[in-house]
């Protein structure tokens, strides 16, 4: 998987901000969701895969329209492993929001208050991962590897976020 070797390339590249423990706090992060939500962990990595879709083409939207210097500051700002409501708002209008619910809600059975309730902290945790390959000297900018990989994914399912997430718990219990 080309996003996953990436993410590990920029863990041994002092110039990118990954690190083990930085991967190590998104599964945590997706880790704690599931069991805050009680989905099991298909569940919750099916939904990473959808908004890992949405993500990626919103992010591609923003990068046909304001370069990439502005994609990476929208993944700097909204990345993390904290629920943040504004990364939704940043990323989505009203319908797209709605389709993206509806898309996981059709995938994984689950109602759309509960997908709702769950997307402050998805949204962010996709690009905390996207965030792996940021400049460590200028986060804000510059070239991400990571960012680059996930946005010229040409849709053939190279690039999951949820697989990409399963691969890194693996790699981390199994370095």
Request: aromatic share 4%; charged share 10%.
């Amino acid at each position: 998987m080309k996003l996953f070797d990436q993410i590990v390339s920029a863990i041994s590249n002092p110039t990118q901000e990954a690190s083990t423990n930085q991967i190590g706090s998104v599964i945590n992060a997706v880790q704690q969701l599931s069991q805050t939500y009680h989905t099991d962990p298909g569940t919750t990595q099916s939904m990473l895969s959808v908004v890992s879709h949405f993500v990626r083409s919103s992010l591609q939207e923003k990068r046909a329209t304001g370069g990439t210097d502005l994609v990476q500051s929208v993944v700097s700002q909204f990345s993390g492993t904290s629920a943040n409501s504004q990364a939704i708002a940043a990323l989505f209008s009203v319908p797209q929001l709605n389709e993206m619910i509806t898309a996981i809600a059709s995938r994984t059975g689950l109602d759309s208050q509960q997908i709702q309730s769950m997307l402050p902290l998805l949204i962010p945790v996709v690009l905390q991962l996207l965030q792996t390959g940021a400049s460590s000297e200028n986060p804000q900018t510059g070239s991400n590897p990571v960012l680059n990989q996930f946005l010229d994914a040409n849709n053939d399912g190279e690039v999951n976020i949820g697989d990409a997430i399963q691969l890194a718990s693996r790699f981390l219990t199994n370095p």
